[in-house]
């Protein structure tokens, strides 16, 4: 499958800053990739550099195959972008809104009446079309720009913290609109400090922090490079003890302890060798009736790769 998005080492400076250093990394169509970080990592003058609006000092962006630095017109009609801000329009309903933009990208007559239609649908804002924007709550302006990020059916789409203070009924729509996006076959890069946010619908992920990447690839991969044990809580019938004594037997385990009403304990290995160890506890007879490992975690990803260090 070609890269929607091939973002390839780019670098930029502002003054002495160097806000994006050597940051590569692709988004496949379908894929929702989260773009993690702390404040200041370089985030959105990455998006911005993919969405055309800033010129990267190196490197380059393909967009849907198109360089943003030797075709930035055709790499724009590719992308949509939502900013984490964007301007007020005094006295303007959503529905001119979005006809004004529509128009902008040269969507014309009868095919443009039928785009609003089909973004104001997909983005439940029909009942609020003659509602002007200055009188919208901050969840109703986000689905507003959403909704216009998608009037000229862009293969990529890149939203900045597009769940920034959303209430959590507005967060979980947005989520399965998100994931509908991606259904259609969207590349989506999508940037968010709420982290259990991303985790429930990114298939991947970037980490950069002080303009660098500190990883990138599927979640799980990413985790297993910063997290190359994992975590497992088990239940059992017997004396805790007896578990406790069994499992430290077993190579690969390490530090068993107590916990609630069980153990947990720490493995290093493959997941073969986790079923085997499970095929053993079973044949031991501790009456295990619980065997739980850790889910796949991005606040240990974005703790372990960064180190909170401001630029
Ligand atoms: N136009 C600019 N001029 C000078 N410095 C800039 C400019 N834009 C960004 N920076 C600096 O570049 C660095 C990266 O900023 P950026 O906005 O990309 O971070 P971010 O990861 O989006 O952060 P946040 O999570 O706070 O949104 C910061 O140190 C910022 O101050
Ligand atoms: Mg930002």
Do not use: W
Not at 27 to 46: E, R
Not at 84 to 89: E, N, Q, V
Not at 100 to 106: C, D, W
């Amino acid at each position: 499958m070609t890269n929607a998005l091939e973002v390839r080492g780019i670098t930029k400076r502002f003054g002495r800053l160097t806000a994006v250093d050597d940051v590569s990394f692709t988004v496949l169509p379908g894929q929702i990739m989260g773009f993690i970080g702390p404040n200041g990592a370089g985030k959105t003058t990455t998006m911005r550099i993919c969405s055309t609006l800033e010129m990267p000092d190196r490197g380059d962006v393909l967009v849907d195959g198109q360089s943003v630095i030797e075709e930035p017109r055709l790499a724009r009609q590719r992308i949509g972008f939502m900013p984490d801000s964007y301007g007020a329009y005094a006295n303007t309903t959503i529905v001119d809104y979005l006809d004004f933009f529509a128009r902008a990208y040269g969507v014309r007559g009868e095919r443009r009446r039928a785009t609003l239609e089909r973004v104001i649908e997909f983005t439940s804002l029909g009942d609020l079309r003659e509602k002007e924007i200055d009188a919208l709550s901050k969840g109703m302006k986000q689905r507003l720009c959403l909704a216009k990020t998608l009037l000229h059916d862009p293969a990529v789409m890149i939203l900045d913290e597009p769940a920034a203070g959303l209430d959590p009924r507005a967060r979980v729509e947005l989520r399965e609109l998100v994931k509908a996006l991606a259904q259609m076959g969207k590349a989506i890069l999508v940037s968010s400090h709420i982290l259990t946010e991303l985790s429930e619908m990114c298939t991947s992920v970037t980490v950069i922090e002080r303009g660098k990447v500190r990883g990138t690839g599927s979640v799980a991969d990413v985790v297993r490079s910063v997290k190359p044990r994992t975590r497992i809580y088990v239940r059992v019938l017997c004396e805790l003890e007896l578990a406790e004594r069994t499992l430290l037997e077993r190579p690969r385990v390490t530090d068993a302890r107590r916990e609630r009403e069980g153990l947990t304990f720490d493995f290093e290995g493959t997941n073969e060798e986790l079923a085997a160890l499970l095929e053993q506890l079973v044949a031991e007879k501790l009456g295990l009736f619980e065997f739980t490992p850790e889910a796949l975690n991005l606040e240990d990803i974005f703790l372990t790769l960064t180190e909170g260090k401001l630029q």
